[in-house]
């Protein structure tokens, strides 16, 4: 007798969606992007791979608990997300440690200042600051990037587990831009360059007219928190000449993480 079991439905990306409550919520959730201004609910399902009936309920209880809104038929993340994000312990203590450090920085270059962290073979953008003037970077805050494409993304990926820097040197390196870094044996160098000086220097690798220089925040076992950097367009700033500024503020948001967790660690 055939099995009457049913496939796993899959997302957009491939992935299968959990059976669970919890991971087809997730799954709802995950399939937007940065670039959206509403999803309707066709281009939901489509995402998702979730039966109609079943996508219909779920979006429903997650518009009553404000982590789907839903205007003009199309459905936007909630604010109460936003709210859960800010509570977020890790992310949160990052923030209120590395902010002054980042506004410095702003002062002393009036460049955009970003602060990420790894997730996957991505950085993921938690804090960016700028002016009035700043380059139109393909950054934006919550938006992702490849790790060997940006200063930030190669400071973090120069520290990352094994398992993580083989996946990305033994992957695919698709081109973002014409000067984008496509040969694993000039990335793999770049990554030493980046151990041994400390810093990570993009130079329209992400896109046409952006350059950056970025650097790794540790902790006290060398491992890798979130990376700091500033960018700005090729036509006016010049990397090189601020890369000890932050490189510097990348040590003090280390150090102040440091005595911050060593004031609340427990007694021996």
Same mark, same amino acid.
């Given at each position: 007798?055939?099995?009457?079991?049913?496939?796993?439905?899959?997302?957009?990306?491939?992935?299968?969606?959990?059976?669970?409550?919890?991971?087809?919520?997730?799954?709802?959730?995950? =399939?937007?992007?940065?670039?959206?201004?509403?999803?309707?609910?066709?281009?939901?399902?489509?995402?998702?791979?979730?039966?109609?009936?079943?996508?219909?309920?779920?979006?429903?209880?997650?518009?009553?608990?404000?982590?789907?809104?839903?205007?003009?038929?199309?459905? $936007?993340?909630?604010?109460?997300?936003?709210?859960?994000?800010?509570?977020?312990?890790?992310?949160?203590?990052?923030?209120?440690?590395?902010?002054?450090?980042?506004?410095?920085?702003?002062?002393?270059? $009036?460049?955009? *200042? $970003?602060?990420?962290?790894?997730?996957?073979?991505?950085?993921?953008? *938690?804090?960016?600051?700028?002016?009035?003037?700043?380059?139109?970077?393909?950054?934006?805050?919550?938006?992702?990037?490849?790790?060997?494409?940006?200063?930030?993304?190669?400071?973090?990926?120069? $520290?990352?587990?094994?398992?993580?820097?083989?996946? *990305?040197?033994?992957?695919?390196?698709?081109?973002?831009?014409?000067?984008?870094?496509?040969?694993?044996?000039?990335?793999?160098?770049?990554?030493?360059?980046?151990?041994?000086?400390?810093?990570? +220097?993009? +130079?329209?690798?992400?896109?046409?007219?952006?350059?950056? =220089?970025?650097?790794?925040?540790?902790?006290?076992?060398?491992?890798?928190?979130?990376?700091?950097?500033?960018?700005?367009?090729?036509?006016?700033?010049?990397?090189?000449?601020?890369?000890?500024?932050?490189?510097?503020?990348?040590?003090?948001?280390?150090?102040?993480?440091?005595?911050?967790?060593?004031?609340?660690?427990?007694?021996?």
């Amino acid at each position: 007798m055939p099995s009457t079991t049913r496939a796993p439905a899959t997302s957009r990306t491939g992935a299968a969606t959990p059976d669970t409550v919890i991971g087809k919520v997730t799954a709802i959730l995950d =399939v937007f992007t940065p670039d959206d201004h509403g999803v309707r609910f066709i281009e939901l399902q489509r995402r998702t791979g979730l039966p109609k009936a079943t996508l219909h309920r779920l979006t429903a209880d997650l518009v009553t608990a404000r982590l789907l809104d839903r205007v003009d038929g199309k459905f $936007h993340l909630g604010g109460h997300l936003f709210e859960l994000g800010m509570r977020a312990s890790v992310e949160r203590g990052l923030l209120e440690v590395a902010t002054p450090f980042m506004e410095d920085l702003y002062e002393r270059t $009036h460049e955009t *200042v $970003h602060l990420g962290l790894r997730e996957g073979v991505q950085v993921v953008y *938690v804090a960016k600051l700028g002016g009035h003037r700043q380059a139109k970077a393909p950054s934006r805050l919550g938006g992702r990037m490849p790790l060997y494409t940006t200063a930030i993304g190669k400071a973090l990926l120069a $520290h990352a587990p094994d398992e993580v820097r083989a996946q *990305v040197l033994g992957g695919q390196l698709a081109r973002l831009a014409p000067r984008t870094i496509t040969a694993p044996q000039v990335l793999e160098q770049q990554l030493e360059k980046v151990l041994k000086e400390g810093v990570a +220097f993009e +130079f329209e690798e992400s896109a046409v007219g952006i350059v950056c =220089v970025g650097a790794p925040i540790l902790d006290s076992s060398d491992s890798v928190v979130a990376a700091v950097s500033v960018t700005g367009p090729a036509t006016r700033f010049r990397p090189q000449q601020h890369a000890a500024s932050v490189r510097a503020a990348a040590a003090g948001i280390a150090a102040t993480l440091a005595r911050r967790a060593a004031l609340i660690a427990p007694d021996d």
